[in-house]
């Protein structure tokens, strides 16, 4: 039934606005927004929607978001010469910029949107 349909995935947000700044200012990504909605167009034609839920959001806590990136490192520093902070989590190490390293998984690193919302960087 759903083979041919073009599926895309959501989350929620607390303010449209904050959030398209953020992705569309501070991660770069191209963002539109109509009826309400702002939708990200991330790289290979992937479309995600984020929706308003103001004060009902409740910040997903697993990692909605993966970019990957080829240099995990470049791309932390660039990230928080952008203002962005990396989160530290129980149970990884991580390194002084909050790459964890090892446990059999790429290099990553986690950070959150203005909404709360767990997002990562991880290195291919």
């Known amino acids: 039934m759903f083979g041919t349909s073009k599926a895309f995935s959501g989350f929620s947000v607390n303010d449209i606005e904050t959030a398209g700044k953020f992705y569309g200012e501070t991660l770069g990504i191209r963002v539109s927004e109509a009826n309400g909605l702002l939708t990200l167009h991330l790289a290979g034609g992937t479309e995600v929607l984020a929706y308003p839920k103001g004060d009902a959001h409740v910040p997903a806590t697993y990692t909605i978001l993966n970019f990957p990136v080829e240099d995990i490192d470049k791309a932390v520093a660039e990230l928080t010469a952008r ?38 960087v991880l290195q291919v």
């Open 83 to 120: 203002g962005v902070r990396f989160e530290r989590y129980e149970g990884f190490e991580q390194d002084e910029h909050g790459v964890a390293r090892g446990d059999g998984g790429p290099p990553i690193a986690w950070f959150t949107d203005p909404a709360g919302n767990i997002l990562s």
